[in-house]
């Protein structure tokens, strides 16, 4: 398993700056990598609720990809909201995570718009292709974009999946 992690650049305050990419880190497993990207993460617990023996926040690597066969790995991280976790099978040019289809759009009460579908979201550091966002509402995030929950769409995720 290899956890990776490409990071950013930032200011002495511990701030990012206005040049960094997402930090994106990679959990390969025999039949899956599932990859997270922890500024986008709203905490909606999908993962460690679905598959605690593969998220769990206690350990170190938090994801073990191995613990659980790898279709009901991708199963639990396309519950994330947020988009970020995401997976692929196979070596790292693999076919992606499919999207839904068709795309979807619903606005939470808290104003954040859930996103599903074969997306191309245009952000800071340029286009970027999705399959599920959460993007912001209220225009106070940090993460333009998407939602941080620091503005006032920080009402609990509502983002169940038999209301989709």
């Given at each position: 398993m290899?956890?990776?992690?490409?990071?950013?650049?930032?200011?002495?305050s511990g701030e990012r700056?206005?040049d960094?990419k997402?930090?994106?880190?990679?959990?390969?497993?025999?039949?899956?990598?599932?990859?997270?990207?922890?500024?986008?993460?709203?905490h909606?617990?999908?993962?460690?609720?679905g598959?605690?023996?593969?998220f769990?926040?206690?350990?170190?690597p938090?994801?073990?990809?191995d613990?659980a066969?790898?279709?009901?790995v991708?199963?639990?991280?396309?519950?994330c909201?947020?988009g970020?976790?995401?997976?692929h099978?196979g070596?790292?040019?693999a076919v992606?995570e499919p999207?839904?289809?068709?795309?979807?759009?619903?606005r939470?009460?808290?104003?954040?718009?859930?996103v599903?579908?074969d997306l191309?979201v245009?952000?800071e550091h340029g286009?970027?292709h999705?399959?599920?966002?959460m993007?912001?509402?209220?225009?106070?995030?940090?993460n333009?974009?998407?939602c941080?929950?620091?503005?006032?769409?920080?009402?609990p995720?509502?983002?169940?999946?038999?209301?989709?």
């Amino acid at each position: 398993m290899t956890d990776r992690a490409t990071e950013g650049a930032s200011d002495r305050s511990g701030e990012r700056t206005g040049d960094e990419k997402p930090r994106l880190k990679e959990y390969e497993g025999e039949g899956i990598t599932v990859t997270f990207e922890p500024r986008r993460c709203l905490h909606a617990a999908e993962c460690v609720h679905g598959l605690p023996e593969v998220f769990d926040l206690s350990r170190r690597p938090w994801v073990l990809p191995d613990a659980a066969e790898p279709g009901l790995v991708a199963e639990v991280v396309r519950r994330c909201p947020s988009g970020a976790l995401q997976y692929h099978h196979g070596p790292e040019d693999a076919v992606p995570e499919p999207p839904d289809s068709p795309t979807t759009v619903r606005r939470t009460p808290g104003g954040q718009l859930v996103v599903r579908g074969d997306l191309v979201v245009t952000g800071e550091h340029g286009e970027r292709h999705e399959t599920r966002v959460m993007l912001c509402g209220c225009g106070a995030s940090g993460n333009q974009p998407y939602c941080d929950h620091s503005g006032p769409c920080a009402e609990p995720d509502d983002d169940v999946p038999e209301e989709r």
